[in-house]
């Protein structure tokens, strides 16, 4: 009986102080299914000079950490990967972190947001009644899907471009598509729109996230951090018409007046490492390069989420780390 009442109070002093992000999905969305515990509850490991964490090695739970793999090392700015809840194992598992919660800008990543809200209007503006491009839109700078001013296409279409070639010009086209419908008396249709992504992160409970357009471009105002950014891959993958996208290595489509679009992913990790099933990439020059993936690891499968953040090489650093994972953990 004691050495139950023990194990039972081995488990409390784990957990008991967790931090559990309580996630409200938008409007018809159901909840995610797993929470995000706490960095300082789960014990550490150093090593580079980093502080990883190494979650529930204590508790013996699969996947256990295997010793004889060095830490991994990693020169971004912030970095976590997470194995999502599954089955017996109710709470989401940190396997490895830097600067979890360090506020960093997150470039083309912000269209995981953008792609949500626009999903969550379809209702009120259908996504089969085309989108007229504008002046803004098509002269929108960065990432570009080449988009003329007048021409038109459908909204669906616009998110295929934003999503799998990371077009500035098509997110913002989709932007001024919702945000004329809902816009306020004498509010910009665009900023009507940002209004919504932000309204959107304090209801889905991401306290350090910020949005100040829909593309992702520099701007003071335009933040997140790592584990925000699990909570947002979690989200997004209850929209199957996102990730439907995002595994894409290529699309063409055409405006109404028969105009040709053909874009190629910026993921090149599609198709390159097994159990890859997408992922979405930015770059700035302030948030350097950067990549939120999703990844089956293991004989059953396992979903994790890797973030990677101000990389010099964000392919090679998600590749590595996920590879890492493999090795570093007994699936």
Same mark, same amino acid.
């Given at each position: 009986?004691?050495? $139950? @009442?023990? &194990?039972?109070?081995?488990?409390? &002093?784990?957990?008991?102080?967790?931090?559990?992000?309580?996630? *409200?999905?938008?409007? *018809?969305?159901?909840?995610?299914?797993? #929470? @995000?515990?706490?960095?300082? #509850?789960?014990?550490?490991?150093?090593?580079?000079? =980093?502080?990883?964490?190494?979650?529930?090695?204590?508790?013996?739970?699969?996947?256990?950490?295997?010793?004889?793999?060095?830490?991994?090392?990693?020169?971004? $700015?912030?970095?976590?990967?997470? !194995? !999502?809840?599954?089955?017996?194992?109710?709470?989401?598992? %940190?396997?490895? #972190?830097?600067?979890?919660?360090?506020?960093? /800008? %997150?470039?083309?990543?912000?269209? &995981?947001?953008?792609?949500?809200?626009?999903?969550?209007?379809d209702e009120a503006l259908p996504f089969a009644e085309p989108a007229v491009i504008s002046r803004q839109a098509a002269t929108t700078e960065g990432q570009s899907a080449g988009l003329m001013m007048?021409?038109? !296409?459908?909204?669906?279409? +616009?998110?295929?471009?934003?999503?799998?070639?990371?077009?500035?010009?098509?997110?913002?086209?989709?932007?001024?598509?919702?945000?004329?419908?809902?816009?306020? /008396?004498?509010? =910009?249709?665009?900023?009507?729109?940002?209004? @919504?992504?932000?309204?959107?992160? *304090?209801?889905?409970?991401?306290?350090?996230?910020?949005?100040?357009?829909?593309?992702?471009?520099? =701007? /003071?105002?335009?933040?997140?951090?790592?584990?925000?950014?699990?909570?947002?891959?979690?989200?997004?993958?209850?929209?199957?018409? %996102?990730?439907?996208? &995002?595994?894409?290595?290529?699309?063409?489509?055409?405006?109404?007046?028969?105009?040709?679009?053909?874009?190629?992913?910026?993921?090149? @990790?599609?198709?390159? !490492?097994?159990?890859?099933?997408?992922?979405?990439t930015g770059f700035t020059s302030e948030a350097g390069g950067s990549m939120v993936a999703v990844t089956r690891i293991g004989p059953h499968g396992e979903e994790v989420v890797t973030v990677v953040?101000?990389?010099?090489?964000?392919?090679?650093?998600? *590749?590595?780390?996920?590879?890492? +994972?493999? #090795?570093?953990?007994?699936?």
């Amino acid at each position: 009986m004691w050495s $139950r @009442l023990a &194990l039972a109070g081995a488990i409390f &002093l784990v957990f008991a102080a967790s931090l559990f992000v309580d996630v *409200r999905a938008p409007r *018809r969305r159901a909840s995610p299914g797993g #929470q @995000l515990a706490s960095v300082g #509850q789960l014990p550490v490991a150093e090593g580079g000079g =980093d502080i990883f964490l190494e979650a529930a090695t204590a508790l013996d739970l699969a996947p256990r950490r295997n010793w004889q793999t060095a830490n991994f090392e990693t020169l971004s $700015r912030a970095a976590v990967a997470v !194995l !999502l809840a599954r089955g017996e194992r109710k709470n989401d598992r %940190i396997l490895l #972190q830097k600067n979890l919660l360090e506020r960093v /800008p %997150i470039a083309s990543i912000t269209k &995981l947001m953008t792609a949500i809200v626009a999903l969550d209007y379809d209702e009120a503006l259908p996504f089969a009644e085309p989108a007229v491009i504008s002046r803004q839109a098509a002269t929108t700078e960065g990432q570009s899907a080449g988009l003329m001013m007048g021409e038109r !296409l459908a909204a669906q279409d +616009l998110l295929g471009l934003m999503l799998v070639a990371s077009a500035n010009d098509a997110a913002v086209a989709l932007a001024e598509h919702v945000g004329q419908v809902v816009a306020r /008396p004498g509010e =910009d249709s665009v900023a009507a729109f940002v209004r @919504l992504m932000n309204d959107h992160s *304090r209801m889905l409970g991401l306290t350090d996230t910020s949005f100040a357009n829909p593309a992702g471009l520099d =701007d /003071p105002n335009n933040y997140s951090t790592a584990a925000d950014l699990v909570e947002l891959v979690k989200i997004s993958r209850q929209y199957p018409a %996102i990730w439907a996208e &995002l595994a894409k290595s290529s699309l063409d489509i055409a405006s109404l007046e028969g105009r040709k679009h053909h874009v190629q992913s910026t993921d090149d @990790l599609l198709g390159v !490492l097994p159990g890859f099933e997408g992922g979405k990439t930015g770059f700035t020059s302030e948030a350097g390069g950067s990549m939120v993936a999703v990844t089956r690891i293991g004989p059953h499968g396992e979903e994790v989420v890797t973030v990677v953040l101000g990389s010099a090489d964000r392919f090679g650093e998600t *590749r590595r780390l996920i590879e890492w +994972l493999g #090795q570093a953990y007994l699936w």
